[in-house]
C-alpha cells in the first residue's frame, strides 16, 4: 500500500496538480520544501526523461525509503522546431518569468512561422520505488498555440495553448479540465494504475 509520495519539485503549480490527482486516493503527497536539506539540482540533461531522472535521483538521495517521482514538461512548438522544449522554463533567460517566456514565445512564432502554430505539451516522468526500481511514463496534450495570452487559470504557458477540440486557452478552462487531460495529468495516471492506486 503506496500512502506517500515525495515529488522533486519545487513548482507549486506542479505539486498542486500532483495533489488534485491523487486526492481522494489515501496518498499524501510530499515536496523537497519540506525537508531541512535539499537544493534543486542542475537541470543537465539533453532531454525531459534525462532531466526528470536528474531530480528523481537527487530526491530519492533523501527519501530512498519512499516512491519518489521526478519530472520534467515543456512545450513544443512546431513553428520553432520544437522549442522551447526542455527550455520552456528559462525559454527568455534563467530568471524569467512566466509572462516573460509567453512574450518571447509569442514574439518568435510571428517572426518565424505566424501561420504554424501546432504545438503540445510533452511530460516524462520517472518514478523510482523503495525498492529501487525505475518505472518511467510519458504524457502528450496536442493544440496550438493563441495569438494573445487569455485566461487567469493555471500557470507557464496555459494562457497561450488551445488544447485539441477546444476554443479556450488551458489558463480560461476550469483548472478540473487540465486536471482530466493535461500531459501530467496522463503521465502520473499510468503510474497510479500501475501501482493498483487508482481503478482502470
Known sequence: MIDQLWVATTNSGKLAEFR??????????????????????????DSFLANARIKAK?????????????EDSGL???????????????????KASDPENVAKLLKMLKIRSPQNRRARFRALLVALSPQGEEFVFEGL????????PKGQ???????????????KTLAE???????????RAQALRQWAREQKIIPE
Open 76 to 94: 513544443e512548438v512546431d513553428g520553432l522546431g520544437g522549442l522551447p522544449g526542455i527550455h520552456s522554463a528559462r525559454y527568455a533567460g534563467d
Open 141 to 148: 496534450l496536442e493544440g496550438q498555440i493563441s495569438e494573445v
Open 20 to 45: 488534485a490527482l491523487l486526492d481522494g486516493y489515501g496518498v499524501g503527497v510530499h515536496s523537497p520544501a519540506e525537508l531541512a536539506v535539499y537544493s534543486s539540482p542542475p537541470e543537465t540533461g
Open 153 to 167: 487559470k493555471g500557470f507557464g504557458y496555459d494562457p497561450v495553448f488551445i488544447p485539441e477540440g477546444e476554443d
Open 173 to 183: 478552462l476550469p483548472p478540473a479540465f487540465k486536471n482530466k487531460v493535461s500531459h
Open 58 to 70: 537527487a530526491l530519492r538521495a533523501l527519501k530512498a525509503d519512499q516512491w519518489v517521482i521526478g
